[in-house]
């Protein structure tokens, strides 16, 4: 998760909300649209199609871009806690918002469960806590294409646990791309730089550094991937609204981020009793700008930008996005920050690249299981939804949007 994981929206479109269903079957005029204009028929499509095309590009821009800018931006605001907490707090706010604008607020709270969010979120949120940090301090560290196409290696590590804990398995091409995607990542990990006659060779505290930045973020990729899979499991035996269980992750991760803040503040003021409480707080907020929060809602929105590509796109045009998104991180890398990265990091880039479309591409034949999702009487929701059955940011084995 890249933050706290947001449900992928491809689910809200198939667990369609029992507080709406009976407002749906109120609505729903099939004799009308029967008779529908074609003219109306070609301006809805068309209308599906501009909204397919504006998602696809914001997802893109988002994916290329977010990198950069914790890099330009994030990284002077150095409690990363905070950052987490931030993220966090602007992920409930985009959570509440379409649960507010379509009403389903009132009934999703008054039927909340404690226990069933114990089954379902809790272990997950502990993990994306863990994992949250990792790639907060690995980002800052690496530089953008090295960090994307690690971060893009939880793709077999969800095929290899979805295969374990759910009996899913690949198909050949699948098995072909993620053999290519492990190929980019050796390479981005042995030559992803290159230095000029003009440079010096980078210091020992430089390599040992990325290394650390790099192990991070793989470590990261094994822990979305574990994350996805249980919520997954936990899914195809609850039925629950894809916003709520974002609310639930969000809460868990703040209050994870929380108590380590204060435990580091007592430990802190145990060891040096001449701190004064306007300089702590100070520091807390040490190197943050305008433009941080505005990197850290980019980041707070990404899932909800690959629910709606899914939504509107499906998961096989959600691949070209993330495409467009590797691409756009290797131009800003080489062009804005004059990062040369040798002939083994372009390699990497477009090993990377045509994995994730030849694993996006070519899925299994047999279909594989479903989490049980609520009924809903909208049969024209139900049809629009089949096509998405994707993971947190490429991968259609789990139900959530990382981030990342």
Same mark, same amino acid.
């Given at each position: 998760?890249?933050?706290? %994981?947001?449900?992928?929206?491809?689910?809200?479109?198939?667990?369609?909300?029992?507080?709406?269903?009976?407002?749906?079957?109120?609505?729903?005029?099939?004799?009308r649209l029967e008779k529908q204009a074609p003219s109306n028929i070609t301006s809805n499509e068309s209308a599906s199609s501009l909204k397919s095309s504006v998602f696809l590009v914001l997802l893109a821009l988002q994916i290329g871009i977010q990198p950069e800018l914790m890099k330009w931006y994030a990284k002077d605001a150095t409690n990363v806690s905070l950052r987490i907490t931030v993220i966090g707090i602007l992920k409930i706010l985009v959570a509440l918002v379409p649960l507010v604008w379509t009403g389903e607020w009132r009934c999703e709270f008054s039927s909340w469960s404690s226990r069933v969010a114990l089954r379902t979120t809790v272990l997950?949120?502990?993990?994306?806590?863990?994992?949250?940090?990792?790639?907060?301090?690995?980002?800052?560290?690496?530089?953008?294409?090295?960090?994307?196409?690690?971060?893009?290696?939880?793709?077999?590590?969800?095929?290899?646990?979805?295969?374990?804990?759910?009996?899913?398995k690949q198909s050949s091409v699948q098995v072909v791309a993620l053999v290519v995607l492990v190929a980019s990542a050796v390479l981005i990990a042995v030559g992803g730089h290159s230095h000029d006659g003009s440079q /010096?060779?980078?210091?020992?505290?430089?390599?040992?550094?990325?290394?650390?930045?790099?192990?991070?973020?793989?470590?990261?990729?094994?822990?979305?991937?574990? %994350?996805?899979?249980?919520?997954?499991?936990?899914l195809q035996k609850e039925a629950r609204n894809a916003y709520m269980v974002t609310l639930e992750l969000s809460a868990i991760n703040i209050a994870c981020c929380v108590w380590s803040n204060v435990a580091n503040r007592i430990t802190s003021s145990?060891?040096?009793?001449?701190?004064?409480?306007?300089?702590?707080?100070?520091?807390?907020?040490?190197?943050?700008?305008?433009?941080?929060?505005?990197?850290?809602?980019?980041?707070?929105?990404?899932?909800?930008?690959?629910?709606?590509?899914?939504?509107?796109?499906?998961?096989?045009?959600?691949?070209?996005?993330?495409?467009?998104g590797l691409l756009l991180t290797a131009a800003c890398e080489s062009v804005v920050n004059e990062t040369e990265f040798g002939v083994a990091g372009y390699i990497a880039t477009g090993l990377?690249?045509?994995?994730?479309?030849?694993?996006?591409?070519?899925?299994?034949?047999?279909? /594989?299981?479903?989490?049980?999702?609520?009924?809903?009487?909208?049969?024209? %929701?139900?049809?629009?939804?089949?096509?998405?059955?994707?993971?947190?940011?490429?991968?259609?084995?789990?139900?959530?949007?990382? /981030?990342?």
């Open positions: 998760m890249e933050g706290v %994981a947001v449900v992928m929206m491809a689910t809200t479109a198939h667990a369609t909300s029992r507080c709406t269903s009976s407002d749906g079957a109120k609505k729903k005029t099939p004799s997950p949120a502990l993990i994306y806590s863990v994992q949250d940090y990792l790639n907060q301090t690995a980002v800052v560290i690496l530089d953008g294409v090295t960090y994307n196409v690690l971060n893009q290696t939880k793709i077999i590590w969800t095929a290899l646990l979805v295969y374990v804990m759910l009996g899913q /010096a060779k980078s210091s020992i505290e430089d390599d040992v550094l990325r290394v650390t930045g790099m192990g991070r973020a793989a470590i990261a990729a094994v822990l979305s991937a574990f %994350a996805g899979t249980i919520i997954q499991k936990a145990s060891t040096s009793h001449q701190d004064e409480g306007g300089a702590a707080a100070a520091s807390l907020w040490t190197g943050w700008t305008f433009m941080t929060f505005v990197t850290l809602l980019v980041q707070a929105l990404g899932g909800v930008l690959v629910g709606f590509v899914i939504k509107y796109s499906g998961n096989i045009k959600k691949s070209f996005a993330v495409v467009g990377a690249t045509l994995s994730t479309m030849l694993y996006t591409k070519f899925p299994p034949t047999a279909s /594989a299981p479903t989490p049980r999702l609520r009924k809903t009487e909208d049969a024209s %929701a139900s049809d629009e939804s089949t096509e998405s059955s994707s993971d947190d940011e490429d991968n259609p084995a789990k139900r959530l949007i990382p /981030a990342a």
